[in-house]
T-cell receptor, first 113, second 115 residues
Framework: DAGVIQSPRHEVTEMGQEVTLRCKPI?????LFWYRQTMMRGLELLIY????????DSGMPEDRFSAKMPNASFSTLKIQPSEPRDSAVYFC???????????FGPGTRLTVT | AQTVTQSQPEMSVQEAETVTLSCTYD???????LFWYKQPPSRQMILVIR??????QNATENRFSVNFQKAAKSFSLKISDSQLGDAAMYFC????????????FGTGTRLTIIP
């Protein structure tokens, strides 16, 4: 299997612009997670989906962030408008529901100037 | 709320030697998983080892093993015969079985391998 695929790997954008991060989970996995990693806050869960349905979005920082999972093989995380404090590495992970093992993608490094 | 504590921000070990990374956690749950993830400079998060809380036997994966002390809420990682490729950030993580699947991470330990 190709593993979890994320795109782009790097994104540099200006403050106020819309940013869309993309994720393709491992085939057959039915849970998908978006995490953010920063020096200040470490790794934190933003949102997770089970069977394409958002289950817990309590980690989404504010209304500027939104996530969708239109089908079992694709998810997006959108930031609109972006701000410099959104600069971080964003990870997507997937798992079989309640298997306990989450497999991470390579991450997207976002820089907002 | 569950918390995971890694008290060693940095560790170093001589190549081929053994090193132990510490992790403690706080929870009121009885059924949960514990994990160690490795993050090398490539930033990829790699699952190293997992332990189910209901299992008394410590998990092992080749050169990696854990010392799981449920009563003490301690979960340390031992790396034997350290190799240069083991250099990375190591994160301890916790997940409630049959809960909301949220992984709670510690702050990480940066491991340096001395040739």
């Amino acid at each position: 299997d190709a593993g979890v695929i994320q795109s782009p790997r790097h994104e540099v954008t200006e403050m106020g612009q819309e940013v869309t991060l993309r994720c393709k989970p491992i085939s057959g996995h039915n849970s998908l997670f978006w995490y953010r990693q920063t020096m200040m806050r470490g790794l934190e869960l933003l949102i997770y989906f089970n069977n394409n349905v958002p289950i817990d979005d309590s980690g989404m920082p504010e209304d500027r962030f939104s996530a969708k999972m239109p089908n079992a093989s694709f998810s997006t995380l959108k930031i609109q408008p972006s701000e410099p404090r959104d600069s971080a590495v964003y990870f997507c992970a997937s798992s079989l529901h309640h298997s306990g093992e989450q497999y991470f993608g390579p991450g997207t490094r976002l820089t907002v100037t | 709320a569950q918390t995971v504590t890694q008290s060693q921000p940095e560790m170093s070990v001589q190549e081929a030697e053994t090193v132990t990374l510490s992790c403690t956690y706080d929870t009121s749950e009885s059924d949960y998983y514990l994990f160690w993830y490795k993050q090398p400079p490539s930033r990829q998060m790699i699952l190293v080892i997992r332990q189910e809380a209901y299992k008394q036997q410590n998990a092992t994966e080749n050169r990696f093993s854990v010392n799981f002390q449920k009563a003490a809420k301690s979960f340390s990682l031992k790396i034997s015969d350290s190799q240069l490729g083991d250099a990375a950030m190591y994160f301890c993580a916790y997940l409630v079985l049959l809960g909301n699947e949220k992984l709670t991470f510690g702050t990480g330990t940066r491991l340096t391998i001395i040739p």
